[in-house]
Antibody, heavy 123, light 107 residues
Framework: QVQLVQSGAEVKKPGASVKVSCKAS????????IHWVRQAPGQGLEWMGW????????DSAQRFQGRVTMTRDTSTSTAYMELSRLRSVDTAVYYC????????????????WGQGTLVTVSS | IVLSQSPGTLSLSPGERATLSCRAS???????LAWYQQKPGQAPRLLIY???NRATGIPDRFSGSASGTDFTLTISRLEPEDFAVYFC??????????FGQGTKLEI
């Protein structure tokens, strides 16, 4: 079955960077985009961006552009999301998610999620 | 595209009917509208995709509908396990996405 397993919780100081990993199993990693979504404490879900594991191509929400880097390692079926210049407002649970399908429209909803990674930004 | 969910909190009892709203600030392809349920400490779970299609394993008391820029999630008869937070999500043609701010369904 499809599994997305994320790295453990992180505590970072303001201005630092954090890199979260998402290891995929149970399917062909390069066939499905990986998206990143975050959730601040007690708040809603915020879409951050995606990576195409096949090509390495990425796109992100405008508010994260210049600060988020998404990469992948196809040899280990792992996607990474690095967020730089952290601020306290970046304290959140970060999720990776996989769409249900490869093609439109089934690549527009997520049926598999990682367990989430709590990133705390505090001085 | 901004998705506005209402109400922010909905207080109901088991057995009652719940109606949750999600309104888009501009036209959304209903094929690209999904609903998720999230319980405390858990990742979201896909409930509805394409505005009205139930995901695998979702009970038929959950249904979704669309009318223009208005989308509705209905839970016909609330079960105790349905009390959670619900989010709508849309995707644009560019594969960029946004979520609504959520509706908390409480007992």
């Amino acid at each position: 079955q499809v599994q997305l397993v994320q790295s453990g919780a992180e505590v970072k100081k303001p201005g630092a960077s954090v890199k979260v990993s998402c290891k995929a199993s149970g399917y062909t990693f390069t066939n499905y985009y990986i998206h990143w979504v975050r959730q601040a404490p007690g708040q809603g879900l915020e879409w951050m961006g995606w990576i195409n594991p096949n090509s390495g191509g990425t796109d992100s929400a405008q508010r994260f552009q210049g600060r988020v880097t998404m990469t992948r390692d196809t040899s280990t079926s792992t996607a990474y999301m690095e967020l730089s210049r952290l601020r306290s407002v970046d304290t959140a649970v970060y999720y990776c998610a996989r769409p249900q399908g490869i093609y439109t429209p089934s690549n527009r909803w997520f049926d598999s999620w990682g367990q989430g990674t709590l990133v705390t930004v505090s001085s | 595209i901004v998705l506005s969910q209402s109400p922010g909190t909905l207080s109901l009892s088991p057995g009652e009917r719940a109606t949750l709203s999600c309104r888009a600030s501009q036209s959304v392809n209903s094929a690209f509208l999904a609903w998720y349920q999230q319980k405390p400490g858990q990742a979201p779970r896909l409930l509805i995709y394409g505005a009205s299609n139930r995901a695998t394993g979702i009970p038929d008391r959950f249904s979704g509908s669309a009318s223009g820029t208005d989308f509705t999630l209905t839970i016909s008869r609330l079960e105790p396990e349905d009390f959670a937070v619900y989010f709508c999500q849309q995707f644009g043609g560019s594969l960029r996405s946004t979520f609504g701010q959520g509706t908390k369904l409480e007992i």
